[in-house]
């Protein structure tokens, strides 16, 4: 029996083998016609052909293979390259995930494009790269990086996307366009939202929160505000509404006799309220009923005015200060009335009140008198170096620390006003009016008319009905349709 040796052959790939090209030891380059060969023989000799033929293909499929590989490679580098990363940088990020070499390359420039266009860029990028590279091939990145490139048009600052994109687990950011939109949809304008994001506890939010718990929280706050208090405060949305919310709400609203109106006045004018417990809101409200001997519903009257009473320390402002009311002689009905007209004495700094005590002291107020603690009333809505100013400004158009007492004493708020909204008032009333400084004594109250249409509107239109003699008093004090008939009637005597 010959062993043959098949070296090379050749076939068509449509049609069985008409011949075959064998080489033999002793005949090299002989052609045999495929009959020659026995029946048997020929099953052999196509699977032969075939199992060559397979391997050919394969051989070349791996070759180009192997090709598309180094330009994938290569590209990713020249990527990395332009972004900012060292070669040993990117081959890290490869190691750390392989599939950014499986995935195409378009698809990766397209995903960069778009984190550039969220204004991530330089350290940013490559840093937020560098600890999550499967943002570059994470096919659930894809609806939230549109969402924030599309609907909210970028606006969102570059340290909030970094924080949303960073996350360990994407699997949460799933729901994050939902939550946003329910935001948006509820009245949080697009140009707050990345302020609302930025001061809530995003990981919280997020992962704890569902999207039913922050459209029940929503809800639940309508008739106070809404989402008003929410663009105030975002820090609301991590507050459990069963076991934080609605018992500081309803504390507030029962305080107020269950008037919701005061109650969202309350939340509107300082939404951390909300933070602190009914405990603390409790100790506080008794605090004003036992010590300044107040009423539930006095008590909200000034929460009402003034809601930061409830954040202000016990011992070391509201107790002091309430004492100071009792040695000026202050009952329990002159405190409530005092407090509801100046309520931030109870929360100034100590130096503040400090150095306006001293100031009031220095042009004649007298200790543990009401007269001083209506002047400390007056001036806790102005600073220390406005109301020094103000005092010079008197000084300086020859009134004396007397006066400055008596028109104090006879109108507080005379400390309080602007030194430039006065040093405009003194100026007409003595340059353009002809008037003495010494006629505000009578009538210091002129200060605090409005310069251009109050107190320059009267005057001339006195000038006009040769009036211009009438009192400062007279002159700012009559109603408009008095004052109307008045210049009218002067107007048809002088005719």
Do not use: W
């Amino acid at each position: 029996m010959v062993i043959l040796s098949l070296v090379s052959c050749s076939v068509s790939l449509f049609s069985p083998p008409i011949s075959l090209r064998l080489h033999f030891p002793l005949f090299s380059h002989v052609s045999f016609p495929a009959s020659t060969f026995k029946p048997e023989l020929r099953p052999l000799l196509v699977c032969c052909l075939q199992r060559r033929e397979t391997a050919h293909i394969h051989r070349c499929n791996c070759l180009t293979c192997t090709i598309d590989g180094e330009t994938q490679i290569e590209s990713l580098f020249s990527l990395f390259r332009d972004i900012g990363f060292k070669e040993e940088e990117t081959e890290m990020i490869l190691a750390k995930n392989p599939d950014v070499k499986s995935t195409p390359l378009d698809k990766i420039s397209a995903r960069v494009a778009s984190l550039q266009s969220l204004k991530l860029d330089g350290f940013a990028l490559q840093g937020l790269i560098a600890k999550c590279p499967s943002l570059l091939t994470s096919e659930e990145l894809d609806l939230v990086i549109t969402f924030l490139v599309d609907e909210l048009e970028g606006r969102l600052d570059p340290e909030l996307v970094e924080r949303i994109l960073a996350a360990s687990d994407t699997s949460f950011l799933l729901s994050f366009n939902q939550k946003v939109r329910l935001l948006i949809h509820h009245g949080i304008p697009k140009e707050k939202i990345s302020y609302v994001l930025s001061k809530v506890y995003l990981n919280k939010l997020m992962y704890q929160k569902s999207v039913e718990d922050i459209e029940r929280l929503i809800s639940y706050l309508e008739p106070f505000g809404g989402i008003g208090i929410i663009a105030r405060r975002p820090v609301i949305l991590n507050s459990d509404l069963d076991t934080q919310l609605i018992p500081r709400v309803e504390f507030i609203r029962n305080l107020s006799g269950e008037d919701d109106f005061a109650t969202g006045t309350v939340l509107r004018r300082l939404p951390a309220i909300l933070s602190y417990s009914v405990d603390h809101m409790t100790s506080h409200v008794e605090f004003l009923k036992s010590f300044a001997g107040l009423t539930s519903e006095q008590v909200f009257k000034i929460v009402h005015v003034f809601p930061n009473v409830i954040s202000t320390s016990k011992e070391r402002k509201l107790r002091p200060r309430l004492e100071f009311l009792k040695d000026c002689g202050f009952d329990s009905p002159g405190m409530f009335k005092f407090l509801s007209k100046a309520p931030l004495f109870l929360a100034l700094s100590e130096d503040n009140l400090s150095h306006k005590l001293g100031f009031l002291v220095k042009i004649g107020y007298k200790h543990r008198t009401r007269e001083l603690a209506f002047a400390m009333g007056a001036v806790t809505r102005t600073s220390s170096d406005n109301m020094q100013r103000v005092i010079g400004l008197y000084l300086s158009y020859g009134l004396s620390l007397e006066d400055i007492l008596a028109m104090s004493t006879k109108h507080p708020q005379v400390l309080q006003y602007s030194h430039t909204s006065l040093e405009e008032k003194l100026e007409y009333l003595i340059e353009y009016m002809g008037r003495e400084v010494e006629e505000l004594l009578a009538f210091p109250a002129f200060l605090g008319y409005k310069l251009d249409s109050r107190i320059k509107h009267r005057y001339e239109e006195k000038l006009k009905s040769r009036g211009e003699n009438m009192s400062l008093n007279k002159l700012l004090t009559v109603s408009a349709e008095r004052f109307s008939k008045t210049a009218d009637n002067i107007e048809v005597i002088c005719l």
